[in-house]
């Protein structure tokens, strides 16, 4: 569940040729713009006091810093939540990090952690409960899985692979604080970083950038596998894009990059993301080489065609 439930989880705002990616950065262009607008003096005024662009910047200072507390009790709240709910439930049960849980029929590992946690005599209805939501997971019925693991996260809260398919399904829905406090879960029982890139996409979208900058961090100190970590750049990259530091992004997901000869799902990602800051920034050239590159693999990646088109 966990690097299949990546792949789709991450299908409306990170992978899936990044729709979410775009709208984001479109979404930071739009918020940017309209910040340098307001610091910017306005036509005729090109005579503005000294003191009234300290003004300004003191006022957006002021902004900033109050943002930032109010990100900081959030993930205060959101990690508390989390972990008050695990140690409700007793004593948790670690996962090797690089053991996905499986989708569908359920790991003897998963279900000893659903016994443990419910009962033997209620575990079966549990285990067929949790096979019941994995399908409607699979087969993007969030709403009906939702419902379903409402129910057995208050039941089972110390069984990880339950809090990770939630943390899953409430990201899929959009329900970033509710996703995050799932899978800060996930994270607490399992020690595993397998959705870190899931989890630091959720602070993106609350827009708590030390959090998703934290998660980056870790994933780039353990290395959990070639995929995850390019999953966490975008999603790092894609921070910074939000926040208008675009040239950042750029030299994040440019780092050590080569368009390799036998380009994976996830390399096609990278480059769709990089092109698209490229092509951002009025490096067109560049964006165009990626875009064509993505198109000679994969022409049905994506809408890499019409934007390769754009830039004809």
Not at 192 to 211: F, K
Not at 265 to 272: E, G, K, P
């Amino acid at each position: 569940m966990a690097r299949r439930g990546l792949g789709a989880a991450t299908g409306k705002r990170v992978s899936n040729a990044s729709r979410a990616w775009r709208d984001a950065v479109e979404g930071a262009d739009r918020s940017g713009g309209a910040a340098e607008r307001s610091a910017a003096p306005e036509a005729g005024a090109a005579d503005a006091p000294v003191d009234e662009e300290r003004r300004r910047d003191d006022e957006a200072r002021a902004e900033r810093e109050a943002r930032a507390g109010e990100e900081w009790v959030l993930v205060e709240e959101v990690r508390d939540e989390a972990q008050g709910a695990v140690s409700r439930g007793g004593q948790r049960t670690r996962r090797n990090r690089t053991t996905p849980t499986p989708v569908g029929d359920l790991a003897e590992e998963v279900r000893l952690e659903l016994s443990r946690a419910v009962g033997t005599a209620r575990s079966e209805r549990v285990e067929r409960r949790l096979r019941e939501a994995s399908e409607d997971f699979e087969h993007e019925r969030f709403g009906d899985a939702a419902r379903i693991l409402k129910k057995l996260s208050d039941e089972a809260p110390t069984v990880a692979a339950v809090r990770e398919l939630y943390g899953l399904t409430l990201y899929r829905q959009s329900k970033w604080k509710a996703a995050a406090k799932e899978l800060e879960a996930f994270r607490l029982l399992a020690d595993s970083v397998e959705q870190h890139p899931v989890l630091a996409d959720c602070y993106r979208a609350l827009g708590q950038w030390a959090m998703v900058d934290e998660l980056w961090q870790e994933l780039g100190a353990v290395s959990p596998g070639a995929e995850i970590v390019t999953e966490g750049r975008i999603v790092a990259a894609g921070a910074l894009a939000d926040q208008g530091q675009v040239v950042g992004a750029i030299d994040l997901l440019a780092s050590g990059w080569k368009f390799p000869k036998n380009p994976k799902d996830h390399h096609l990602r990278r480059a769709y993301a990089l092109a698209d800051l490229y092509e951002r920034a009025g490096e067109v050239p560049r964006a165009r080489d990626l875009f064509g590159r993505i198109a000679g693999v994969d022409p049905d990646f994506a809408d890499v065609e019409r934007r390769l088109r754009a830039l004809r």
